[in-house]
């Protein structure tokens, strides 16, 4: 006689998660920084959903920053900075367990911002279902993709032509970025990274005609103008400071600067450092500067999650992520990313 079939494995009583132990005192983030603790299972309570997290991604804006910082900014953010002892936060794609009626069916991948455990409960109105045949990777959902195309389709307006400066480019949005630029157009493409290992990367593997870089090789300007003598139509900027100087020295006539990222504040203890900029130089070659946020811009979700899964099943742009399995690894795998060691974004398979 056959035996029934077994039923859905029950969820633990308990599951693991990552809280902040304490922030730097001198700047330096370590791994003890954090500590990843047992706790019991949420319940999930009316209009929630329980969801065992499979992905989560690390970014540069989680490093932990005093919330004086933060605020000084004047900007929303989905990630607020957590308190020592508070559990971190971050996106994250997870199965859903369990639902309230009408809610997504059990075993639906959906899309929210509470990583760093390996189950939450999450409100159904704030989880997104997964659209299988958008992207084709469930881990590209948890890319930086859509701030790279804002910056050079509605920030730059990138065009047939147009040689472009993506800054931070062997990170999370500047690996798309270059991709997303010579997609739509552009003749030449110029990076900047920290290491020969990253740019050889960028010029061998994601289509970067040049690399600048960070230490080691002179001033970003003098590199910068060595690699377009003939100036540059736009920057897509990920870092600000020298590098944003460096291209406003470099800027063509009506050329296009898109700020999408500040990791040369975000890496530094003052998120409101300032950058010096030629104001004289913006108005003679009639500069645009725009800072651009993907909070001003959902509406364009759609359009870019089509056009970036087409990308990635045509071939025409990669995803270029590492991977970090167990959430044990989480805290590493911040530190590891503030410190250069990756290529792209940074995951932990859970």
């Known amino acids: 006689m056959s035996q029934p079939a077994a039923g859905p494995v029950p ?54 920053l005093p919330r004086t910082g933060l605020s000084a ?22 199965e859903v367990i369990s639902a309230p009626e009408g809610g997504p069916a059990p075993g639906t991948l959906v899309r929210h911002h509470l990583g760093w455990r390996e189950y939450a409960v999450v409100d159904a109105a704030e989880a997104r279902p997964i659209d299988g045949d958008g992207l084709p990777d469930p881990a590209a959902q948890l890319s930086q993709g859509f701030p790279a195309w804002l910056g050079v389709v509605r920030g730059a307006g990138v065009r047939r032509g147009d040689t472009v400066f993506v800054t931070g480019a062997a990170g999370g949005v500047g690996s798309l970025a270059g991709q997303f630029a010579r997609l739509h157009g552009a003749e030449r493409v110029i990076g900047s990274t920290g290491s020969r290992e990253k740019a050889a990367r960028l010029t061998g593997e994601l289509g970067y005609d040049a690399v600048v870089l960070r230490h080691g090789a002179g001033p970003i300007e003098e590199q910068l103008r060595a690699a377009a003598p003939d100036g540059i139509d736009v920057l897509v900027d990920t870092v600000g400071g020298e590098q944003l100087q460096a291209a406003l020295a470099l800027a063509r006539r009506k050329a296009r600067f898109a700020i999408v990222g500040a990791l040369a504040a975000q890496l530094s203890d003052g998120l409101t450092a300032r950058t010096g900029i030629s104001t004289p130089a913006l108005i003679a070659r009639g500069v645009t500067l725009r800072g651009i946020s993907g909070y001003d811009h959902q509406d364009a979700q759609p359009d870019y999650a089509r056009a970036f899964g087409r990308a990635l099943r045509e071939g025409t742009v990669v995803y270029p992520h590492t991977r970090l399995t167990g959430i044990g690894q989480a805290p590493r795998a911040l530190v590891e990313l503030i410190e250069g060691r990756h290529l792209g974004a940074v995951l932990v398979e859970l």
Request: charged share 15%; hydrophobic share 40%; glycine share 10%.
């Open 11 to 64: 969820p633990p009583a308990t599951h693991r998660a990552v809280r902040l132990a304490a922030r730097p005192s001198d700047g330096t983030l370590t791994t003890g920084h954090f500590e990843v603790v047992t706790a019991p299972l949420p319940a999930p309570g009316p209009g929630r959903l329980l969801v065992r997290n499979r992905l989560m991604s690390v970014t540069a804006a989680m490093r932990p």
């Open 73 to 94: 900014l004047g900007l929303p953010r989905s990630l607020p900075a957590p308190e020592p002892g508070e559990l971190m936060r971050g996106p994250a794609v997870g």
